[in-house]
């Protein structure tokens, strides 16, 4: 049976976690506890030399990288597909989850950090200066969608690789916002699948 590295609340853990309860995969799950660095022991370092959860293995094939794991998931199995047929799509699921993720993340982890401080030590400034830029940047994504239901048209793997980021931009208070009212329904309309259900 798969097995998965997993601590409960890791972005990087949800956005595989979305894609096993999509396919209806049977998975068993190892707990790993971030506080207690059990992700940094020789046992675990010799499945993820980074240290860093998740970690898959599958049929003694050891993989690690959230995203990799999604791809790998998706080709070894391959119905519900996760990716659109056309390869021109597909190409542009993996730029729009590229954006999401890379581009967007200076401003992100700025305001990640400035909010998870103590309140009496946060700067206001510094987080409305990163709400704003990423408010700018998501204007991309919400062009996007158009009236699309999912970022290339039926749920795919960008979907659920960015499912963690949105939920966390929502969790920060930068979602939803009036300028961006399409990502705020795509919010919704995600939040209501059983996969990502099972996952929040
Ligand atoms: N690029 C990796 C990042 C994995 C990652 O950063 N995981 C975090 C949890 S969300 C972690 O294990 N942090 C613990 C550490 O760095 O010691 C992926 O997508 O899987």
Known sequence: MIKLYDFKSSPNCQRVKVVLAEKNLPYEIVPIDLRKQEQKTPEYLKLNPDGKVPVLVDDGT??????IINEYLNEKYPNPPLMPADLGKRAKARILTDYGLAHLDGPYQKLRVEV?????????????AAKSDLRK???????????????????SLADADLLPRFTRLEGFGVLPDPSLPRLGKYLQRMKERPSVKAVL
């Open 137 to 155: 940047l998501l204007r991309r994504l919400e062009d996007e969608l158009g009236d699309q239901p999912y970022l290339v048209g039926d749920f």
């Open 116 to 128: 998870t401080k103590d309140p009496k030590e946060q700067n206001q400034q510094v987080i409305d």
């Open 62 to 67: 050891v993989l690690y990288e959230s995203c």
